[in-house]
């Protein structure tokens, strides 16, 4: 057995991966307060998981110049992505699994009220997310089906920050906007050990737009996890990742950012035709960008 074997197996057997019996009494009012928050479904926990577990993920957080990750880089987000579970860190590794294991994903259909829902072993664009200073991602819905089964519909999305010692002035703070981009309805900070779960279908307008001014060397780090229903005898009728301008930003760039997502969409409709990944267009953007 290897070393990181070893750490990973110690994490799943003696660390409280999700600490149930904290969370578990509060469901009640955990689901009340989900359903009623504005401008969408969502909830806040703070403490998600135990202080010490938190931490060491963030202390495991891979580097962004490993070539594991894939970038995010066009006009309507800067950022990175790592979806494979093999390369994640242990502790990272064992949490994802818990997050993803049929008791957790149970929970999640309670706090929410949507059942039956299953997790994405594939973690098809979730798993690890960074940007450094310069990163954003604009204001969007989700892509609402599965690039690779045509029959997962996406309903629920968690997102765990892993950013010890973040400050505001460096921004990052995920925003949820009204219906119709009238304003922004909620904002949070990307603080260490928040976890942010909220339904994803056209309510669900969110990103953090404007670029962050974190220090050289410093980042936004989180872990994405998706959750879906699968939909009996038929293809799910969806659409891919649509961005939206805020008032704020101006005639330019409400039609960069029209443009952007109509090459978005035609590219994640040739990524469930032809079943390739995302690292083709990574290679492909990171050559545009001048990346060695």
């Known amino acids: 057995m290897s070393r990181a074997q070893a750490i990973q197996d110690f994490f799943r057997d003696n660390a409280r991966l999700f600490p149930y019996d904290k969370w578990e009494p509060r469901l009640p009012v955990l689901a009340k307060e989900y359903r009623e928050n504005k401008p969408c479904p969502h ?26 990750w894939t970038q995010y880089k066009h006009a309507n987000e800067n950022k990175l992505g790592m979806a494979k579970r093999q390369l994640f860190p242990p502790a990272i590794a064992a949490v994802t699994d818990e997050l993803n294991s049929p008791e957790f994903v149970a929970w999640i259909s309670q706090v929410t009220g949507i059942p039956d829902l299953k997790a994405d072993p594939m973690l098809e664009g979730g798993g690890l997310h960074q940007s450094g200073r310069g990163g954003y991602l604009n204001v969007h819905t989700d892509f609402s089906m599965h690039h690779f089964h045509a029959n997962w519909h996406r309903r629920v999305n968690l997102i765990l920050y892993l950013n010890p010692g973040w400050l505001d002035e460096w921004g990052g ?47 936004r780090k989180s872990l994405a996890l998706y959750y879906y229903t699968v939909e009996q005898d ?37 990524k469930a035709r032809f079943g390739f990944s995302d690292e083709f267009a990574s290679k492909v953007l990171g050559f545009l960008s001048g990346k060695k």
């Not at 009204?178 to 904002?187: F, L």
């Open 43 to 68: 909830i806040l926990l703070k403490d998600f998981l135990d202080p010490e577990t938190a931490l060491d993920m963030a202390e495991q957080f891979p580097q962004s110049g490993s070539d594991a």
């Open 234 to 270: 038929k293809r799910v009728t969806g659409h891919s990742t649509d961005y939206f301008a805020r008032p704020q930003d101006g005639w330019a760039k409400s039609v960069v950012i029209w443009l952007d997502k109509k090459a978005v969409d035609l590219y994640s409709r040739a």
């Open 173 to 219: 703070a995920l925003e949820l906007w009204e219906k119709n981009m009238a304003r922004c309805g909620a904002k949070y900070p990307p603080l260490l050990n928040h976890a942010l779960i909220f339904t994803t279908d056209e309510r669900s307008l969110h990103g953090f737009p404007d670029p962050l001014t974190c220090p050289e060397g410093q980042s």
